[in-house]
């Protein structure tokens, strides 16, 4: 009786160890959706992030890239829900139902500063005013980084550069949606509107004369080089600069460890936005010189331009404090701090 006590009591030991030794070794595995293009900059840091994922959780997460997009840009959040993939990073133009501060960062002419040191204050300003309101995570995802790209210009496909508002008025434009082509409709300017990845489809054809809103290196990527005449562009006076979310399904997120999940906090966050906007900065000035080598003339964006799309984008800062003071937030609280963000880093 004694001897079969002990072999069981043995016997239940030896499966609580497989047991756990089974659990530290259970991996969990995120599939990646990246909807722009394979010489976009954005794939370096962000699969140099996912093989960190698998260094920091010692293997017991790892990330992997699908080979193409398995959804459309406006749609990588519903793909991740729909259980397509578990991870993307999505254009919060497309996200005002789901969170609406990140409207803010999108304000024409509010950054000035370049892509990393805007990406670094974003995290920042989120973290102290924004992360308290959960809007993404009662959407279904958990957010890991927030970062900015470089920020909108104007393109010109004629022989008439863009350096005003009645050259706006000119032509019919192509504008990145979200800001620039709200600000254009407030200003009265005929255009078409849709995300980066979907420019060669007008400007190839020839169906528009000009473009709005996108960076050096987007109206490269995206098919507009042999477009392109002339760029009318300033580091510091952007229409916009867009803004993006990276983000993890809760179910796959809360699947992970809380050791895992700290790793990987620490390695996401602020260090992810930092290591994207410098990867954005650098193959802005890639494209930058491309676009002189190319023969494309370049124009800087006057005081005076600024001002006339300025005036005409204030109905977007009216609506912007509304929507703040209706979630229970001071409107120019968080704009006044990443301002001040943006000045810090550049010393």
């Given amino acids: ?12 030991a030896g499966i609580a160890t497989a047991l756990v030794s089974s ?5 969990t595995k995120i599939l990646v959706s990246i909807f722009v293009p394979p010489q976009h900059f954005i794939h370096k840091p962000y699969k140099a992030w996912g093989a960190e994922v698998g260094k920091v ?11 193409a997009s398995a959804a459309p840009p406006p749609r990588q959040i519903s793909g991740a829900l729909a259980g397509q993939f578990d991870s993307a990073f999505m254009f919060n133009g497309f996200n005002a139902k789901r969170a609406a501060w990140p409207a803010m960062f999108m304000l024409p002419y ?3 500063g370049n892509a990393e040191q805007g990406s ?56 990145l949606a979200g800001t620039p082509t709200k600000v254009l409709k407030l200003a009265g300017v005929d255009h078409v509107a849709g995300p980066a990845a979907r420019l060669s489809g007008f400007v190839q ?3 528009v004369q000009g473009v709005a809103g996108i960076s050096q290196d987007a109206i490269i990527t995206f098919g507009g080089l042999a ?32 050791a895992d999940k700290a790793a990987i906090r620490d390695i996401s966050g602020e260090k992810l936005s930092r290591a994207v906007g410098l990867a954005a900065d650098q193959a802005e000035e890639r494209r930058r010189q491309q676009l002189i080598k ?8 006057s005081d005076a331009f600024k001002q006339e799309l300025l005036s005409a984008g204030q109905p977007l800062f009216a609506a912007w404090k509304k929507k703040a003071t209706s979630l229970g937030i001071d409107p120019q609280a968080p704009i006044d701090y990443y301002k001040a963000q943006v000045k810090a880093l550049q010393k």
């Fill in 1 to 12: 009786m004694y001897l079969r006590a002990k072999f069981a009591a043995v016997f239940a």
């Fill in 23 to 27: 659990n530290a070794f259970a991996q």
């Fill in 57 to 67: 959780t010692n293997g017991r997460v790892l990330v992997s890239f699908l080979p």
């Fill in 110 to 112: 509010l950054l000035e």
């Fill in 120 to 175: 670094v204050a974003m995290w920042r300003t989120y973290q102290k005013f924004f992360a308290k309101l959960g809007q993404f995570k009662k959407a279904g995802i958990t957010s890991l980084s927030y970062f900015q790209f470089p920020g909108g210009h104007f393109f010109s496909g004629n022989d008439t550069p863009i350096r005003s508002l009645a050259d706006l008025k000119s032509r019919k434009m192509w504008a």
């Fill in 205 to 207: 054809t020839n169906v």
């Fill in 227 to 258: 477009f392109t005449n002339s760029a009318t562009v300033n580091p510091n006076a952007r229409l916009v600069v867009p803004n993006f979310i990276l983000f993890l399904t809760n179910k796959k997120w809360e699947g992970i460890g809380a």
């Fill in 294 to 301: 190319k023969g494309v003339k370049m124009y800087v964006t």
